[in-house]
């Protein structure tokens, strides 16, 4: 049974740090590409990283490149994400998603998610 379970999320105050994890059980990481969404309260899912399976090239939203870094660790079967300088406007639930392509352009190539971790950047 193919299972994403997100992890690390809390409450952060802005310019803090946190890494989410997100443990895949039931398919071996590392033949996938594994994404990382988000949605805030009122808005659209949005993308904001993925690993490539193929080359382990990796993608960045604008609004986070620079800040947050994916990693994977096939050894754990987990894939993260390490966020710095977080600001308010990142507060929102991240999901990961494995997807059916080596390079993701949008949310239909996915075929599983995870339940979503909550991140909130507030003082």
């Known amino acids: 049974q193919v299972q994403l379970v997100e992890s690390g999320g809390g409450l952060v105050q802005p310019g803090g740090s946190l890494r989410l994890s997100c443990a895949a059980s039931g398919f071996t990481l590392d033949y996938w590409t594994i994404g990382w969404f988000r949605q805030a309260p009122g808005k659209e899912r949005e993308g904001v990283s993925y690993i490539s399976s193929s080359d382990g090239s990796t993608y960045y939203a604008d609004s986070v490149k620079g800040r947050f870094t994916i990693s994977r660790d096939n050894a754990k079967n987990t894939v993260y994400l390490q966020m710095n300088s977080l600001k308010p406007e990142d507060t929102a639930v991240y999901y990961c998603?494995?997807?059916?392509?080596?390079?993701?352009?949008?949310?239909?190539?996915?075929?599983?998610w995870g339940q979503g971790t909550q991140v909130t950047v507030s003082s």
């Open positions: 998603g494995r997807a059916t392509t080596y390079y993701p352009l949008s949310e239909g190539e996915y075929d599983y």
